[in-house]
């Protein structure tokens, strides 16, 4: 079965400095790794998605995030946060080899700090 | 263009009551999903369809739980004789389609759930 781990909570950055926000992930088969975004008193968005090729994907607002295979990680990052950035991020993976549901992590709240 | 819109945004209900949350997903959609989210939580898959039919109701956590998708469009989640522990906000997802798997999914705001 697969399953997502977000081990921070929260994570606190100064504005400008660059933010990392982790995820690891177990699946049987090869995932799809997915970061989204929820704004307070709004709807989850997506924000970038891994499905094959370049291990450092592009996604919106200027985030991006790695997939580390041999470290089943999928960490999102951005070179230099802003206020606006601050909201709740949550990692999600689905098994490519099964038609199967996509499994959320419990969210990690970032702040980033003025 | 439109996204997915559920109704009602909220609903209190007392205990032991029979409840119908809708989902109208994005049009053209062929899979639809429902997550309940708790407080602190990320969302907990519940069921998902690929055009009318579940493909998956795994994440149903009992059998008062029931929903359907009758036309392969709205969706219906019902909840029978609700207890407190229903208490959440149950969002619902479209995608374009779920074999494949590597469609994203787009999320209404979510019905927010009390049970009195």
């Known amino acids: 079965a697969q399953s997502v781990a977000q081990p921070e909570d929260q994570v606190n950055v100064a504005e400008g400095n660059p933010l990392t926000v982790k995820c690891t992930y177990s699946v049987s088969g090869n995932p799809y790794l997915f970061w989204y975004v929820q704004y307070p008193n709004r709807g989850l968005q997506f924000l970038l998605k891994y499905i094959t090729g370049d291990n450092l994907v592009k996604g919106s607002y200027g985030f991006e995030a790695e997939f580390n295979k041999s470290q089943t990680s999928f960490h999102l990052k951005k070179p230099s946060a802003l206020v606006s950035d601050s909201a709740l991020y949550f990692c999600?993976?689905?098994?490519?080899?099964?038609?199967?549901?996509?499994?959320f992590g419990k969210g990690t709240r970032l702040h980033i700090l003025p | 263009g439109a996204g997915v819109s559920q109704t009602p945004s909220n609903k209190v209900t007392e205990k032991g009551k029979y409840v119908e949350l809708r989902c109208d997903p994005i049009s053209g959609h062929t899979a639809l999903y429902w997550y309940r989210q708790s407080l602190g939580q990320g969302p907990e898959f519940l069921i998902y369809f690929q055009g009318t039919g579940a493909a998956d109701d795994s994440g149903l956590p009992n059998d008062r739980f029931f929903a359907v998708r009758p036309e392969g469009s709205v969706s219906t989640l019902k909840i029978q004789r609700t207890e407190r522990g229903d208490s959440a906000v149950y969002l619902c997802?479209?995608?374009?389609?779920?074999?494949?798997?590597?469609?994203?999914?787009?999320f209404g705001p979510g019905t927010r759930l009390t049970v009195t």
């Open positions: 999600a993976v689905r098994d490519r080899n099964r038609d199967d549901k996509i499994i």
């Open positions: 997802a479209s995608s374009l389609m779920a074999g494949g798997g590597s469609y994203e999914q787009y």
